[in-house]
């Protein structure tokens, strides 16, 4: 391992010398006068003074080597089409998109809300903005009215992008009708909203004097060519909001400058993926992983990119197989849960089909449990690389870099640091290392490394005091993760050290998903907690308190609470939220000052011993907890 070690090593020894070399792997309109500026702890501001444009290095800079080389291929097993965009034709597209933006008085600064199913036009509304140096916000499609009206609220936008609907297993899913009430739902009042008519027949109505045809739009900009905005390096290019201990998401703000840098170098080092080559990342453009490795990396890397949209098992199980061998994909990436998923159903899928392309298949964004990692080593002959990360980060903290030195991988590790990564397991109390073995709190010693998060937008103050409040006499960044080292320095992830749950690969908070509930007004109280999932690593389990004991008198009117409650949580935060169970309770476990005994709960609902309760209030309340669990739910 000791070229991964001197690469690491060098990248904290010398951090100037070590970023000043990867900020080759991108374009600069000006040249930065100073590699790393942190004189105002903790906030880093990478590349002071450059100037540079992330859609300019993601696609102009390639046109004259690989215009006609395909950018991104889009594949919809939902609709059944298919298209290759070239770089030339997917950089003709965003100057179209660009120039419509412009026509709606979008400019460097401003904020474009996107929410989007998984169709190009996303990616093409995010480079659009990039290009303009407006500062893109996409929301997941699976987010709620309630949910996009808080975000509108924060970032602001100018201009909201959407489509009139998404599709998910053969279903359509009305956008637009969720657009119109999140903005009668948002204080702030945006100027215009552009739909994209997908031709799916949701009937969406536009409403005059706000809402545009983007096609309409778009055909009056046919031969558009509209200038990259260069940007100093610090200046925002996105605000992405992720899920807190809070009911209120954080809005994380990425840079430019280091961003570009940091995925440029991460598509070489530990993604292995060459110019010209191809990579399949399997989220959804609204994650972080779609932005940096189905979005921003390839691109920035002029390699191709396919943007799925559809479940990994219709119109069968072999669809991803199919898609890898027909494109003949090197780097793939996806999540645990996915390949949980995919583990289940016949083997014979996937060796029906050739895949000799593939050489790596990354994993992220939950623990990748030991039998899923050695199915999927087994079954596909390729390297099976854990990787963690955070929102805030924007690309890996730990994870093999083979493009550095292929060292050997352990089952159930995400490997190392990775380089620019100062990482430190500490104890949470004293706020001092953690020994070999011994779990701590996985931080980072700041600066963070290029790419990763500057600040909370627009609250700069939170920012401090949430990531960096966590240790006593020390400001180091924690990631709220336990985890610990062996003797052989590879990491092993042990969960949350807060109130924030993982279902399949996305993290909510159970603050979140408690006040959707409470939302209805039958419910007095609830908790939420995550419990075990064979498939999506967790899942959402609420144990409410009704404010009126007759609506459960009957098992009907059970029912129909808890399918209301179901409702009011698919409204409030959408159906990513959505507990698994619903189980009515008269009262909580709390200690006898008032604080709610989550981790009990959450031991009893995985049939564990639910441990020290000299502190409990009331011991009926576990009781009932343990009694509403035994019962079958109607
Ligand atoms: P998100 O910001 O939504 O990507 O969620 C980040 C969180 O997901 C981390 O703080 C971890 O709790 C979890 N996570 C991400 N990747 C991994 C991994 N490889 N192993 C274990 N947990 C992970």
């Known amino acids: 391992m000791g070229r991964y070690q001197d690469h690491h090593r060098a990248s904290l020894a010398d951090r100037e010398s070590f970023w000043r070399r990867e900020s080759t792997l991108i374009d600069w309109q000006r040249p930065f006068d100073t590699v790393l500026d942190y004189s105002r702890p903790p906030f880093a501001r990478w590349y002071v003074g450059g100037h540079t444009n992330i859609c300019h ?23 059944g089409r298919e298209r290759i965009y070239s770089y030339g034709e997917l950089h003709a597209e965003v100057n179209r998109c660009a120039a419509v933006l412009r026509e709606l008085g979008v400019g460097p600064g401003d904020r474009v809300l ?34 996009l009206a808080t975000r509108i609220d924060d970032a602001q936008p100018k201009v909201l992008f959407t489509a009139e609907g998404g599709m998910r297993g053969g279903r359509t899913i009305a956008y637009k009708p969720l657009v119109d009430e999140a903005l009668d739902l948002a204080q702030h009042r945006l100027s215009s909203v552009v739909v994209v008519d997908r031709g ?12 545009l045809d983007y096609a309409t739009l778009r055909a009056r900009h046919e031969r558009a060519a509209v200038p990259c905005a260069w940007l100093e390096s610090s200046e925002p290019s996105y605000i992405l909001y992720t899920s807190g201990t809070t009911g209120k998401p954080k809005g994380v703000q990425r840079d430019t400058g280091g961003y570009a840098v940091a995925l440029a170098s991460s598509m070489r080092s ?82 029906r089909h050739d895949l000799s392309s593939l050489r790596y298949l990354f994993l ?41 030195e292929d060292a050997p991988r352990k089952f159930g590790s995400p490997s190392f640091p990775v380089y620019g990564y100062d990482v430190r ?29 500057s600040t909370l937008w627009r609250d700069d103050r939170r920012f401090v005091e949430t990531y960096f409040a966590t240790f006593p006499g020390r400001q180091t960044y924690s990631t709220f993760d336990w985890a610990l080292k062996d003797d052989d320095g590879y990491y092993f992830v042990l969960g949350r050290t807060d109130d924030v749950i993982n279902v399949a690969g996305h993290r909510l908070g159970t603050r979140e998903i408690e006040e959707a509930v409470q ?43 808890r399918e209301e409650v179901l409702k009011t949580v698919d409204r409030e935060l959408g159906a990513i939220g959505r507990p698994s169970a619903v189980h009515f309770v008269t009262l909580l476990p709390k200690t006898r000052s008032g604080k709610l005994l989550r981790r009990s709960i959450q031991a009893m609902a995985e049939g564990r011993d639910p441990g020290d309760l000299t502190t409990i209030e009331d011991p009926a309340a576990l009781e009932e907890i343990r009694r509403v669990l035994a019962a079958p739910q109607g």
């Open 57 to 79: 290095n993601a696609l102009d800079r390639h046109l004259a080597t690989r215009r006609d080389q395909a950018a991104l291929i889009y594949i919809s097993t939902e609709t």
């Open 114 to 147: 996107i929410y989007m199913p998984m169709v190009p036009e996303a990616a093409i509304a995010m480079l659009a903005c990039t290009r303009l140096g407006a500062i893109h916000s996409v929301v997941f499609g699976g987010f709620a009215p309630a949910s």
């Open 425 to 453: 397991l500490l104890n949470a109390t004293s706020g001092e290392e953690a020994g070999v073995n011994e779990k701590g709190v996985l931080a980072l010693e700041p600066p963070l490394p290029p790419g990763c998060m």
């Open 200 to 211: 799916l027949g949701t009937g969406m109505r536009l409403r005059p004097g706000r809402d």
């Open 270 to 351: 530990i993604f292995c993926v060459a110019p010209g080559a191809t990579m399949f990342t399997t989220s959804d453009v609204g994650w972080v992983v779609g932005h940096s490795y189905i979005v921003y990396g390839p691109l920035i890397n002029g390699s191709t990119t396919i943007l799925y949209e559809g479940l990994p098992i219709r119109p069968d199980p072999g669809i991803w197989w199919q898609i890898v061998e027909k494109y003949r994909v090197c780097t793939m990436f996806s999540s645990p849960t996915a390949i949980r998923v995919l583990k289940k159903q016949d083997d014979a899928y996937l060796k």
């Open 519 to 561: 939302a209805h007004k039958g419910i007095a109280e609830v908790a939420v907690v995550g419990v075990a999932d064979p498939i999506k690593g967790q899942s959402p389990v609420a144990f409410a308190v009704v404010r009126d004991i007759a609506s459960l008198a009957t098992a009907a009117s059970t029912a129909q609470l």
């Open 364 to 404: 992220a964004g939950e623990p990748l449990d030991e039998p899923t990692a050695h199915w999927a080593a087994d079954n596909l002959g390729v390297a099976i690389v854990d990787n963690y990360w955070q929102t805030e980060t924007g690309w890996p903290i730990l994870s093999a870099q083979p493009g550095v």
